[in-house]
């Protein structure tokens, strides 16, 4: 499972740094500019629709093969919607370290609290059970408030061909210093 990760973060982390990354980035941005330069967004869409859908079934079938079996009930909204939207919102959705990072601090907050239920029992007023869910809605409200794009935010990403230069002015007022 671990090596299909890392196949699969270095497919997408190759993906993101070629042109179709570049052209699947415009059309996250801009739909109408991306389709006036001639892009077919339905086609890309529908590419990348049927890849992450390919990847997605791989690893719900090494998760299958994980747990020996698969049963309806265990598949709960909170397990599997929010928290993994939580982790994704609080690493940052465009960066995969981020979303590495997210995962790692939302796993981590779940095993305290569950090691640390009945410690924790006389100091809150309500039941243990339902700390989880009042934590994941009050970190997903406090992200969005406090760090909307994440702990590692999207950065610019500089094309191998691309030389970036500074504007003329940049340039002369810094020959006048």
């Not at 499972?1 to 070629?18: E, N, Q, T």
Request: charged fraction near 15%; aromatic fraction near 10%; proline fraction near 5%.
């Amino acid at each position: 499972m671990l090596g299909f990760a890392g196949l699969v973060w270095i497919y997408v982390d190759r993906v993101g740094r070629s042109p179709l990354g570049r052209t699947l980035r415009a059309i996250r941005d801009n739909e109408t500019t991306a389709e006036s330069v001639g892009k077919n967004i339905s086609d890309y869409r529908m590419r990348t629709l049927v890849v992450s859908s390919a990847i997605a079934a791989l690893c719900g079938g090494l998760y299958a093969f994980y747990t020996c079996g698969v049963v309806a009930t265990t598949y709960s909204r909170m397990w599997w919607t929010f928290w993994p939207w939580l982790m994704v919102m609080l690493g940052g959705a465009s960066s995969s370290m981020g979303v590495l990072v997210g995962t790692l601090i939302s796993t981590s907050v779940i095993k305290l609290i569950n090691v640390f239920k009945g410690v924790l029992q006389p100091f809150i007023p309500f039941d243990v059970v339902w700390a989880e869910s009042m934590m994941i809605g009050a970190t997903m409200i406090s992200v969005l408030i406090l760090r909307p794009e994440g702990i590692f935010p999207e950065k610019p990403q500089v094309t191998s061909g691309m030389i970036i230069t500074k504007p003329a002015q940049a340039r002369e007022s810094e020959s006048r210093s």
